[in-house]
């Protein structure tokens, strides 16, 4: 893994002296998406925290854990560029797997503390995984990446509050953009191919920003609003392998002001490598 | 709600002495299946906690918020009969929606506190969701209940270790359950009629027991040994009409040992009332 990346770079931690399981990092400007910064990274910063704290051999001997099979995120204010504070917490270490919880934390202009994520998290390890999987599911049908919509074709106005669609080369299924031109189809559905723009390779930490980083399926219902996610889970199934990465983002049912977002993630292997499903919220379109 | 079915006494919990936030409880014996008490029913008893804690209006004069609209159970150790202690903090207050923890714990043989469960959920009032819903999900399709097969019906074998079964009624769509006879058909699908055996009636909390209750889909993808649960997040989506529940359960992908098990339940109404998905071990079959 490339330290020089920018992903690698946004989410190092360094141990805070004298307080076990906390990490400190920074957020950059580069990771905004509507209100905040990213939820897929904030996921990623805390994915990495818990790997920091699952991943080590445990005084007992046990050998770490360093995948997150399933990591579940409760959004409670968004994130902001600055200084970020990660408290980890073991909660339980196992032979195969091992459970761990993180609060992911910033100050506000009064010096005083707010929580912006909680997370619960466990982990095994992937490596011996080697994707020989029984599955009914089949990747998503997509034209190549040079005959896909690049997000930098984004309207403006969307541009303006993701700079996030910087830091990656996402191309998005033509079928799926008439949200972009102020016709979307009402089906749910938007999928892609994700890369990085600077080319660091997928991992399970990419994955969990991947879940997240793709216009909001909301738009393809006709709800160009900001859709705050209140919680999202993902399952990362095996370690990806190099190149591009397949999304597949679907919504069913919005009820309630609130809808769900499901996304699965393919590798260039054509293996099923994350499953997520978020509860966001529906807002009325910013102007 | 009538505190005499089998269900509330079950959840029923007492406020402890002195200990803001924290609720004591009794697991019976009568919601065993496999290795230890259901799942769904842990997940219902800590939601009850959950209610309790974030249901009430706050100091500042915030009404409280009574429906679990996203939880997360990271299941830890398997639960028994006997007390249970549950632990809840408050992570965040909010107008619309309030966030919290819990942790289930018990005592083992020598006095030592076992965490079973640890949770997260967000809360909000689903009083004003009527339902009426923008879906392209369509409700399974099942014969009449008369017609289905009653999990009573299950092998000897199984029901030994399953006494939740007596608490519930539930009628399987005989198209799915080869499994119950030496034939699962590998389509990864179990779908039936659910309601409580002694007429409880559905509400968000019975929601959190049914998406755990059917036996595990892993069944009719041919492994009939016990799939404990790793992570299980559920989505209640509003407040269910009384009668009859239908729930579907489907899973896609078996891969390094584990699979997910995604759950549909839908209302006497045809709505979509919850939706839950689960990253669960498949086992050796027990002999």
Known sequence: MSAQSEFDREIALDAADGEPGTYRGQ??????????????LLLALAGHALRRELGETSADGIPGHSDPMAISAYYLTPGVPGAVTVRTDTVRRGRAVST????????????????????????????????????????????????????????????????????????????????AVGKPSGNGVIRGWFRMADGREPDPLLLLLAVDALPPVAFELGLPGWTPT??????????????????????????????????????????????????????????
Chains 1, 2 share one sequence.
């Open 27 to 40: 957020l950059g400007e580069g990771w905004r998406i509507g209100g905040g910064i990213n939820g897929g």
């Open 100 to 179: 761990g919880q993180a609060s992911l934390v910033q100050e506000d202009e009064t010096g005083r503390e707010v929580e912006r994520v909680r997370v619960l998290a466990t982990y095994g390890d992937l490596a011996a995984v080697d994707g020989d999987a029984t599955t009914t599911a089949t990747p998503p049908q997509l034209p190549d990446p040079e005959a896909c919509v690049s997000a930098a074709q984004a309207p403006p106005q969307f541009l303006k509050h993701a700079t996030l669609l910087e830091r990656l080369d996402l191309r998005l299924d033509p079928a799926t953009t008439g949200w």
């Open 230 to 287: 209140l919680e999202l889970t993902a399952h990362v199934r095996c370690r990806p392998a190099p190149g591009w990465l397949r999304v597949n983002l679907t919504s069913r049912t919005l009820s309630g002001g609130y809808l769900e977002e499901d996304a699965e993630v393919w590798d260039s292997e054509g293996r099923l490598v994350a499953l997520s499903r978020q509860l966001a919220r529906a807002t009325s379109p910013r102007r």
